[in-house]
């Protein structure tokens, strides 16, 4: 309604990148000092007015942030002076932002601008529009909005960023003496095609107990894996 916009707008006015920055220390400090929690490398997501905080959390965190995804977010380059565009050179994880087709909130002419300060800062990100999509796409709680196809690939996107990047990685001591169960091979670009390859769909999991080896393909969604 208008008078939940109203009170929507207000709250994004009154926070600012740095007093997010800050509260996302403070997480982060909290979670170190848990001992179920593993130190290192962190993952960000922000939606709508929480989208540039993301983007300007992985500036502000460099060397905590791997991944960051912001999801029909606004804000993300205008003439404001802490504007999160202008520290994308600081960032060095990697970034993601998922554009509706049609959002007044955030104008293609907006996300071009940022994809060529983005470019032009040596940034590792990806732009990706959602075709057939409004402002707010990913809530079920939006009927007027919610895209059923585009909200379930937004998650294989935010899983797939985050196994890239997130993943306990061995050393190459760990790895010289490993020896795998089963090895996994991912391809979510390749898709099966049913006639040849003998699965029911473009998407499959294909597993040989006698290679011990198991084929992922035409998915991001992490949750295979």
Known sequence: TPDARATMVAHMN?????????????????????????????????????GPFAFAFAAAEPGRVAAAASFHGVRLCTDAVDSPHRDAAKIRGELYFGCAETDEWAPRAMIDALDAELRQAGARYRIEWYPGTLHGFVFPQRPAAYHKAAAERHWERVHALFARN????????????????????????????????????????????????????????????
Do not use: W
């Open 14 to 50: 009154s926070l600012s990148n740095a007093m997010v920055n800050d509260d996302g220390r403070a997480l982060l400090a909290f979670a170190d000092r848990d001992p179920a929690a593993r130190g290192g490398a962190v993952g960000c997501i922000g939606y709508c007015m929480s």
């Open 166 to 225: 997130m993943f306990i990685r061995p050393s190459r001591e760990e790895l010289d003496s490993f020896e795998p169960d089963y090895v996994i091979l991912h391809a979510p670009q390749f898709h099966a095609d049913p006639a040849i390859d003998g699965v029911r769909t473009a998407t499959a999991v294909a597993l040989s107990f006698e290679k011990r080896q198991i084929v992922i393909c035409g998915t991001e969604y992490a949750g295979e894996i």
